[in-house]
């Protein structure tokens, strides 16, 4: 191999790292103008073409990625969900109702939010509501809420249950999917 078939693919390989695309066809045909047996010579400058490909195909799947508009909410978007012996309901803006139950003389609240998809829920806010009460605001954000409501009688004994899991700003408007209660 002669001192211009590494010229000729020093060449190359330069334009390649600079991130242009060589004409393969005029730097095979400089190479065979060479004269003599330069087989050798022409798989190394096809072995530079592959560097230049590999590095095209490589370059194109971080272009499509930045292109992607990224949410990090819709990685993980738990479905809100609802348990219990009583119906709750959306209401407007952001209140959870139900209905007026006649056994209960009181409500407990419990208001709880889980700062990541693999915690658990934190207790955010605990109140006592009167029995007659029938709705309540849930303080909806970014993060996943869930909604103890627990209804007792005169005698202390739980009468009435709800629990609303995955609530979000995002989730609020979604329909709610009823899992099964064991009362």
Do not use: C, F
């Amino acid at each position: 191999m002669t001192a211009s078939a590494d010229g000729i693919i020093d060449e190359a390989r330069a334009l390649v790292a600079a991130g242009s695309a060589p004409d393969w066809k005029r730097l095979r045909d400089r190479i065979r103008a060479l004269g003599g047996d330069q087989r050798e010579a022409l798989r190394r400058l096809e072995r530079v073409g592959a560097v230049q490909r590999a590095r095209s195909t490589v370059a194109v799947a971080p272009a499509l990625a930045a292109a992607a508009p990224t949410r990090r909410a819709a990685l993980l978007r738990a479905r809100p969900t609802i348990s219990g012996n009583m119906n709750v309901r959306r209401g407007r803006g952001d209140n959870l109702v139900w209905t007026r139950e006649a056994r209960v003389t009181g409500w407990e609240l419990r208001i709880s939010e889980r700062s990541d998809p693999r915690a658990d829920y934190e207790v955010r806010e605990e109140r006592e509501l009167p029995g007659d009460a029938t709705s309540v605001e849930v303080p909806l954000g970014d993060l996943p809420v869930r909604v103890h409501l627990l209804g007792r009688d005169r005698s202390g004994r739980l009468a009435r249950r709800a629990i609303v899991s995955g609530l979000t700003r995002e989730t609020w408007g979604d329909r709610w999917q009823r899992r099964a209660s064991a009362s």
